[in-house]
């Protein structure tokens, strides 16, 4: 019982994501809010469902195996040019008066297949940092011995993972324009946190990523 209900709260605390949370209140500030919003819902619960059986069928097991037989130059390599993309796009937004509403402007600019790319591409880069997901994974062979029953359970917390976003297109769909006011002031806080928040995180994560490749080189 308690490694069931450790399980739920985990995918409870999951769903808290705010940034899927935002990306979708974004889209339903869109035209075509229903569209866009059930695409973008049913894609980030097949690709979170997907990315989490994999967890479970040994992913970080074989990352765990595989990445240590690199040469030393490719993970070097790689965090140079995240480290590189992350300050290059940092003082592109801090010094681009227009920079804060091009996501915004990217959005509104998206087809729907376009938004179901949105959110396979969103839901993939918050996944490595999914760590209730990663727990939750570890939970499962307390609860059930077999595959069907481990899907299952999985299958139950991708559902709690989108049930806020669920909850938000049925609001929209509830209150139509009286929705629109709400909406649009989550495009604001969207533009601000892209031009005041963003900038110093990813110099952090440029920052980061070059101490890393120094540790890398200095080991070679």
């Not at 990445?67 to 965090?79: D, E, Q, R």
């Not at 949105?118 to 499962?140: E, G, H, K, Y």
């Not at 297109?169 to 969207?190: P, Y």
Request: with cysteine; hydrophobic share 65%.
């Amino acid at each position: 019982m308690w490694p069931a209900l450790a399980f739920l709260g985990l995918a409870i605390t999951d769903a808290m994501n705010p940034f899927t949370v935002a990306a979708m209140a974004v889209l339903l500030a869109l035209d075509r809010p229903f569209a866009r919003g059930l695409i973008f819902i049913l894609v980030t619960f097949a690709v979170y469902l997907g990315f989490a059986i994999a967890l479970e069928e040994g992913l970080t097991a074989a990352l765990a195996h595989w990445i240590p037989l690199l040469p030393p130059w490719v993970p070097a390599l790689l965090l140079v040019l995240l480290g590189l993309a992350c300050i290059g796009f940092a003082l592109y937004l801090w010094f681009d008066d227009s920079a804060a509403d091009a996501s915004v402007r990217l959005a509104k600019a998206l087809s729907l297949p376009g938004t179901a790319v949105f959110a396979a591409v969103s839901t993939l880069s918050d996944a490595p940092t999914a760590l209730p997901l990663f727990a939750a994974v570890a939970q499962l062979p307390l609860m059930t011995e077999t595959r069907l029953g481990q899907y299952l359970w999985l299958t139950l917390y991708c559902a709690i993972y989108v049930s806020p976003l669920i909850l938000l297109l049925v609001l929209r769909e509830l209150l139509g324009s009286h929705a629109d006011r709400a909406l649009s002031k989550v495009l604001s806080a969207v533009n601000w946190s892209f031009r005041h928040l963003l900038p110093p995180m990813l110099l952090i994560a440029g920052v980061a990523a070059g101490w890393f490749t120094a540790r890398i080189i200095a080991l070679m």
